[in-house]
């Protein structure tokens, strides 16, 4: 489906690439300057890197970042030790100084054009799944279109593979699992209601068929 570099090699990438922050840097910056760090793996329009596990996030809600953003900064997503991607993330989220910043990063990110992304399960069953995603219909919606009020962010246009990935996380309890992440912990048993990875395929490439 798509590699891994190691975390390692990774972070000292990303350092040489100008993506952690200068010591002394104090004042407040501005989300799209700030987004540059963000873009050596999300991209310049934040459409992600599958070569290295970077979902799509442009044009995700501001909310919806900025929670995740907070959980990876806390230490409440990302800190198990086989969540690799989100390893890569904490000290990326650290970068940013204050909630001020947090905020700031967060509205360009909802500011980036929404691009949706292609298919690229092949062993999927969108049918097969179409029945599985009524669990996933209460909160995020009937086209995948989320629903803040249920802190549930959108699906329709994210990768598949992502998908694929973190039910698979919630699943296995290296995301969600924290007591602190109350919106991670609602999707779990959620993730329990699909048998195997095959049941996560087939709900994902229907999520695939919805427009955005």
């Given at each position: 489906?798509?590699?891994?570099?190691?975390?390692?090699?990774?972070?000292?990438?990303?350092?040489?690439?100008?993506?952690?922050?200068?010591?002394g840097?104090?004042?407040?910056?501005?989300?799209?300057?700030?987004?540059?760090?963000?873009?050596?793996?999300?991209?310049?329009?934040?459409?992600?890197?599958?070569?290295?596990?970077?979902?799509?996030?442009?044009?995700?809600?501001?909310?919806?970042?900025?929670?995740?953003?907070v959980?990876y900064?806390?230490?409440?997503?990302?800190?198990?030790?086989?969540?690799?991607?989100?390893?890569?993330?904490?000290?990326?989220?650290?970068?940013?100084?204050?909630?001020?910043?947090?905020?700031a990063?967060?509205?360009?990110?909802?500011?980036?054009?929404?691009?949706?992304?292609?298919?690229?399960?092949?062993?999927?069953?969108?049918?097969?799944?179409?029945?599985?995603?009524?669990?996933?219909?209460?909160?995020?919606?009937?086209?995948?279109?989320?629903?803040?009020?249920?802190?549930?962010?959108?699906?329709?246009?994210?990768?598949?593979?992502?998908?694929?990935?973190?039910?698979?996380?919630?699943?296995?309890?290296?995301?969600?699992?924290?007591?602190?992440?109350?919106?991670?912990g609602?999707?779990?048993?959620?993730?329990?209601?699909?048998?195997?990875?095959?049941?996560?395929?087939?709900?994902?490439?229907?999520?695939?068929?919805?427009?955005?």
């Open positions: 489906m798509h590699r891994l570099i190691p975390l390692s090699l990774t972070l000292a990438t990303l350092a040489t690439m100008g993506c952690i922050r200068p010591d840097a104090k004042k407040t910056l501005p989300g799209k300057e700030l987004f540059a760090a963000c873009a050596s793996c999300h991209g310049d329009t934040g459409v992600g890197e599958a070569t290295i596990a970077a979902p799509n996030i442009a044009g995700l809600p501001a909310w919806y970042v900025e929670s995740q953003l959980k900064r806390s230490g409440i997503r990302g800190a198990h030790p086989e969540d690799l991607e989100g390893l890569r993330m904490r000290p990326m989220s650290r970068q940013m100084m204050d909630e001020g910043e947090v905020k990063v967060a509205a360009y990110v909802a500011s980036l054009t929404p691009v949706k992304s292609a298919p690229s399960l092949k062993d999927a069953d969108a049918a097969a799944g179409a029945g599985a995603y009524a669990v996933c219909l209460a909160c995020h919606g009937d086209k995948g279109q989320g629903n803040q009020a249920l802190n549930a962010p959108p699906l329709v246009g994210q990768y598949d593979w992502y998908l694929v990935n973190q039910l698979k996380k919630f699943k296995g309890g290296v995301r969600g699992a924290n007591p602190l992440d109350v919106t991670g609602q999707m779990r048993p959620m993730s329990m209601t699909l048998a195997d990875e095959q049941a996560m395929k087939n709900v994902v490439a229907h999520i695939s068929t919805f427009s955005r």
